[in-house]
């Protein structure tokens, strides 16, 4: 907020100054006050370039009383944030160097900033020379802000973008591990592609925003037959809980690795077998932890792989190093058990 001292011998003859103005520019002060474009005129022949004139506009802009801006120089109104580089084509302007508009940071009454383009104009008496200057302004604060959200949502789009074509090239590199097999090459790659495509498209549907985690398996499960609601072969327990699209991610691919090892070697590779799906939130002393657990039973019976693919090091490399996770594959004889340990998201649990 600009510092608005109490009446000072500036303000007095300001005001004195405004009368004359008043006298002398008649018509034009009426038109001021009636247009909706905020407008001020500063005295040219100081160097702070006191305000003489403010038009009500420009004073409900600013939220400021007539007699608080009376006299005070132009750059106390500035706000903290501006840059020096507007500051300096500023003065330029009011020098005369610099003769387009000049887009800059300004601060109200209240301490609250809005951006304004302002076009300097100069006022010459009979002689030609410059005793006051006319400044007009257009608020941008909308135009501003919808800048700043399309740089972050530019940022945000990069980085999704590394993300996912890092994650690409980690499913291709681990498929062409086994080049001897073309087609198995290619479902690999396909498989885990359309896997982190759904997720994907789960977080497009609600804007990349907080996704809840029976939508998260339930996008990630859908080729294993939970479809429209319903579990087939699942049984899915516990409280929605809200993740944000890293972590969405993250475990959309963890899943699915779960889920085509079952597939192949667990649960889902006989007529019996299912997986139980629970979470829950647990509190510890200084933080809140999200434990999420995938039990597969009536399967045939389990060991420890020889050697560990492309879904062990997701679970166990992958979470580790993307959400801090603590995980656990527990080959018991009843069936694979997976505990994934995260730090809960604030707010997750909100139900």
């Keep these: 907020m600009p510092e608005i001292k109490s009446k000072s011998k ?13 006298e002398n520019l008649g018509p034009f002060v009426v038109a001021a006050e009636t247009s909706r474009m905020p407008m001020i005129f500063t005295n040219a022949k100081k160097p702070d370039h006191p305000i003489i004139y ?21 750059n106390t109104l500035l706000a903290d944030g501006a840059k020096p580089e507007a500051i300096e084509k500023l003065k330029s302007t009011f020098d005369g160097a610099w003769e387009d ?23 010459r008496d009979e002689s030609g020379v410059v005793v006051q200057h006319f400044t007009s302004f257009h608020d941008i604060t909308k135009h501003k802000q919808e800048e700043t959200q399309a740089r972050m949502l530019i940022n945000e789009l990069n980085h999704r973008v590394k993300n996912t074509l890092s994650t690409v090239q980690a499913i291709v590199s681990q498929a062409l591990r086994n080049p001897f097999d073309a087609e198995a090459v290619r479902e690999s790659i396909e498989s885990r592609i ?18 809840g985690l029976r939508e998260i398996l339930g996008a990630a499960l859908e080729p294993f037959g939970v479809a429209n609601g319903r579990a087939e072969r699942f049984v899915i327990t516990g409280e929605d809980v809200y993740l944000p699209p890293k972590v969405t991610l993250a475990l959309g691919i963890a ?86 340990d995260i730090p809960a998201p604030a707010g997750a649990d909100r139900g």
């Design 10 to 22: 500036d303000q007095k003859t300001a005001e004195s100054e405004v009368k004359s103005f008043r």
């Design 54 to 74: 403010a038009n009500n506009s420009f004073l409900k802009l600013t939220q400021f009383e007539r007699e608080e801006v009376l006299g005070v120089g132009f």
């Design 101 to 123: 508009s000049v887009e800059i940071c300004y601060a109200r009454k209240d301490g609250s900033v809005f951006w304004a383009s302002a076009f300097v104009s100069p006022v």
């Design 194 to 211: 359309f896997a982190l495509s759904r997720s994907h498209d789960l977080l497009t549907r609600q804007s990349w925003e907080d996704a």
């Design 255 to 340: 899943f699915h690795e779960l889920a085509t090892n079952a597939v192949k070697y667990g649960a889902f590779s006989t007529d019996a077998g299912c997986v139980r799906i629970s979470w829950h939130i647990k509190q510890e002393q200084n933080s809140r932890r999200l434990i999420t657990e995938w039990r597969e039973v009536n399967g045939p019976r389990v060991s420890p792989p020889v050697h560990k693919g492309f879904g062990s090091q997701v679970i166990e490399r992958g979470l580790g190093y993307e959400l801090e996770a603590i995980t656990r594959l527990d080959y018991l004889p009843d069936g694979l058990v997976c505990t994934i």
